[in-house]
């Protein structure tokens, strides 16, 4: 790989690989900006071009065998399940010979704001989707049979008694496999032990230690700091918490949404949290992992919902349209979710997924009389999966003494995104939804008084980590280039990375920012140095500069690092914006410095992303 980098280079740059950047022998690069840039700008004031219009998807897949391994299904299977089958371009539009009728539409809020472009619909369609198979059912748990009671008289069966009726349940669950330890969980602070993202342990509550709000007021996007307690996380696992690594979190939904599903979904109240036996026919749901098969366990409706069911990150399905219109009671609404299961309504359908953000309260709400049995909707919607957060601290030298013991502790930083809702304007992300609750919660209770605040994050310990983990032998250069919360991973490293002598005039760290005012993350926690290190980079509405901006600016650093025995670029952020940004900065630098054409540069890149030289971790 090294020498057909070395034979590219040798090709196309005739001598113009630096051996040293522009700058004394003996001194390290230093990150400033270009006097050739200021001095235009001084000159001249430096016009912005128009932002190309990035896509709006990703290839991630190539063939139908891609597909089947991203999602676990075939492309059949997977475009019947997402948009009905069939092609939306030569569908939805008014034919001539089809009657139409009008409608009356629902008057609710929650329908206005799906923007359904619906003026008539066909007296008569087809291909209609079928009414998909249901794969889940809730029994009640079967009652034990009644001991004598103790008068000599039996008891009524109808009414068992407390004991009795807690005594068949315990049975039940040992008919299951189920053993106390999962009766003991407390699934108000993490799921049931079947979820079990990282078998065969449970999800462990980790208590919260300490949490701070990382961006000032006015910031566009808050971010939180979290030091999370692992002290007693479960021994036996083959992985350890490492700089770099990442924690998987179990984020449930939010409780007041699940109730409020539950509600429009008529499950009385007092059946929520009634144990119940959950039945599966195919599939991996209820658990995270697993094999597809039929599953049979004890749990309750609202756990269910709460840390099973993703009820809001989809937008709805045909196959629960289409349940939702067989349970309608309204002929209107019945006629609309059945038009958008149908042929003619596919143009439609299409516009619907891909409009604003969905979430299944807001669909129940839209088609108020619909109804549908609560293990069918379970068999449509999607699984709550884990979240993944990168560590942003050095977690073998993170500990604190209280309470006359040691504890460990770990540390990331989560930004709260947000959607569009149709009540609010915008709501938070499952997971950073999740995050910012238990840090007000946290922070309410301090401010009430409690010393140390029972809240807790369910995590477990990621079984993925960003290539910083990876134990690095050499002492090369690195340059790490990040925005927004993609820099967290990076403080843990440049901390460990300037405790070593020889190491500490290798780093340089680009941060990219909106308003250094309120959105720098982390500044003066990297460790000796900083100033020397670190450039901040803010694009303040229009202002200033964007990370990728200064890549550019920064093309002798570059350059002088790549070509550096063992040296590394390291990128983390957001695909979308900055890191298409830079990954064209750095083309350009290539282009400039290794006097490429942009083919060559692209490839030079690629080259060094294959020799472990060049890592891009975007999302």
Known sequence: MASQIDRLLAEQTAGSIPLEPHAAPSAAPSLTYSESADEQEIEEPRQKEPRPRRASTRLIAQSPADVQRITGETTTQLIRRCCGGGCCLSLGSKNDGIQYEAIEFPDNDAYRSLLLKIDEVPTALNNVCDLPEQTVFLQPLQRPSNPPSPTGSPLNADHPTPVALATGIEKSMQRLGLCEDDQDLDTRIQPPSFVQPHPPHHVFPARIHNTRELTGQGAEKRTFHFDLDVTDYPEGEDVDFRVGGAIGVSAP?????????????????????????????????????????????????????????????????????RILAEHATDKNERKILLYLCSAEGQGVFCDFRTGPHVSLVQILHAFPSAKPPLDLVLSVLQTLMPRFYSLSNDPHESFEIRDGKQHRLIEIAVTVHEAADW?????????????????????????????????????????????????????????????????????????????????????????????????????????????????????????????????????????????????????????????????????????????????????????????????????
């Open 253 to 321: 939904n939010e409780e007041s949404i699940v109730d409020e599903a539950l509600d429009l979904l008529l499950v009385p109240r007092f059946l929520r949290d009634k144990p119940v036996l959950l039945r599966t026919t195919t599939g991996r749901w209820p658990t995270v992992w697993g094999d597809d098969q039929p599953r049979e366990l004890v749990t309750t409706r609202q756990d269910l919902l709460t840390w099973c069911t993703d009820i809001q990150s989809y937008t709805p399905t045909k196959q629960l349209l």
């Open 423 to 619: 009540r609010s304007g915008s709501r938070p992300g499952v997971g950073s939804g999740f995050f910012q609750r238990q840090a007000l919660k946290f922070l309410e209770a301090q401010k009430n008084g409690e010393k140390h605040p029972e809240v807790y994050i369910p995590m477990f310990k990621g079984l993925m980590a960003n290539p910083l983990a990876k134990q690095f032998v050499s002492d090369g250069p690195m340059l790490l280039i990040g925005a927004g919360v993609g820099i967290a991973p990076f403080r843990g490293f440049v901390q460990r990375r300037l405790k070593t002598a020889n190491c500490a005039n290798k780093v340089w760290v680009l941060q990219g920012i909106r308003d250094s005012l309120v959105d720098e993350l982390y500044s003066g926690e990297w460790g000796v140095h900083e100033d020397e290190v670190k450039r901040v980079v803010q694009s303040r509405r229009g202002e200033g500069r964007y990370v990728q901006e200064e890549v550019k600016n920064q093309a002798d650093l570059v350059w002088y690092i790549i070509n550096s025995v063992d040296g590394r670029v390291f990128v983390c952020g957001s695909t979308r914006g900055m890191g298409e940004g830079v990954e064209k900065a750095l083309i350009e630098v290539a282009m400039e410095k290794g006097n490429l054409e942009h083919d060559e540069a692209k490839q030079f890149w690629e080259l060094k992303k294959e020799a472990g030289q060049y890592i891009a971790e975007t999302w």
